[in-house]
């Protein structure tokens, strides 16, 4: 069967277009889940996610899943080897730029959800929207990576972020657990506690 | 301020939408009847940031209990069951972990939220659109102030059910998608679809008894306003570590839950990660001469948990 891995990967560029992003999402199947799974896992190699992803051998890893790759349509020849390399390199720049794109303009044209801070909030409110903007900034660096990184409880400003003891995760997802659990059952939130979990319990599976 | 501004959006949509135009509150009531009663299967993407994983999703309802099974179709097994009181989670070195929840006789913030949404969100119709094939409605979630996130919403004309669904922080940046592909109305699950796989070992998060547990109290000092405390229990892992005592606090629709478990001493890495909308904040306290582990975990903007977390306080009840 023929599969249109160009579209695919322009999707996850984020190159697509409304009509073609629409298309894309209609057409998946099972196969392109998969592709888009593998794919996904090289750009974690990639983007020096190693450690999250594929733990023990980096390059063997991405040997691996650039081996697995069909080879993408139109692309042959000299081009071969590079086209595949394009590919994965391409992937690994949607991680940040494509959730950029798919979470930015195309989707905020009205207002923000900025909220007036007077009524709810004593006086701290003002403070506490400022560091709300800090983090929001923050919160654009990978989730890849952020899923690794603790910050000191100190306080200082220059604090350099810093690994998580590893022994710590099984505490760790108990409580995430309990608190999916409790949310699920107690939250407006749908199914996003449960799909929340899932994927970090993959995540921390794949370490 | 910002509920005129809202009620200028519903005005200015009005035109765009939705053939029935149904107001929010009611599509929200929908929704909330819809996931819980229909039976259906699907897949969906989950995104975390710039992190894509795929879902399979099937729900029923089997004799009255709800049944859930949500499987992680790429990279290694994951899955999370819901099995009427019982929640298990397969994890992907095979193992799995139960926890029964007996207690269903709270109403449920979300049984609530069908019924009031809280004061501290606007929400309104702003919209129609498609997901998975489907003409949808699309909503917004918008807090009033900044110490929760907002949601955008996109729900199934035909069934109600939500189809698509963000967590967005205060510039409007998406922190998490849930993202239908397919979906099947008509899947005729039945309960050979929710049977537990075989593992190499199961643990479970066992509840302890109040007695032993009503001598450690958490003492909110500051919660951001809505936000109440809602539920306490106190679990343990069985026989590997000592029960942790945990409270959950929600405004209707955001959560966070605050753990509390003794340690041996004060030299335990305090610190905060986060990962999409979920802060974990550690942070070490000191009460009755024993040293304690207090852990945050929720989907509340950080400065919030972190203020939260420096008010939080802990009382040691002196045995009768």
Known sequence: MSRNYEALSAFLDGETNDFETRRVLR????????????????????????GMAVPVSFNAGLARALAAEPKPARRSGVMHGFARVAVAASVAAVT???WQYWGGPADTGAAPVVASTDAANDGVAGEASMTATVAAQRLTRPFGETSLVAQSA?????????????GEQPRVNAMLLRHSEFTARHSGQGMMPYARLVSMDARNGAR | MMRILALGLTLTAAPLAIADSLPAQTLLERMTEATQELDYQGRFLYQLGGEVSTMEIRHAVIDGEQYQRFTHLDGRLVEVLRLGDELVCLHPNGTLTRIEDPDQNLLSFRQRLSSRIPEQYNVLVDG????AGRPTTRMRVAPLDNHRYGYRLWLDNDSHL????????AS?????????VTLDLEPGLDESDFELPRVIAERALETVPASRSDRIHLEAGWLPRGFHAAEGDWRRVTAERRPVA??????GLATFTVF????????????????GPTVAISRVAAADERTYLLTLVGEIPQPTAERVMEALGVKVSTRP
Do not use: C, N
């Open chain 2, 128 to 131: 129609d659109g498609r997901v």
């Open chain 2, 246 to 251: 945990a409270q959950s606090y929600s405004d």
């Open chain 2, 162 to 169: 939500l189809l698509k669904s963000e967590m967005v922080d």
């Open chain 1, 27 to 50: 057409d998946l199947d099972r196969d392109d889940l998969e592709t888009l799974g593998r794919w996904q896992q090289v750009s974690d190699v990639m983007h020096g996610h190693a």
């Open chain 1, 96 to 98: 940040v730029i494509g």
């Open chain 2, 260 to 275: 509390v478990e003794p340690v041996a001493s004060a030299d335990i890495e305090e610190g905060v990660s986060r990962i």
């Open chain 2, 172 to 180: 409007g940046l998406a922190l998490e998608r849930v993202e239908f």
């Open chain 1, 154 to 166: 100190q306080r200082a400003a220059t604090a350099e972020p810093r690994a998580v003891a590893s």
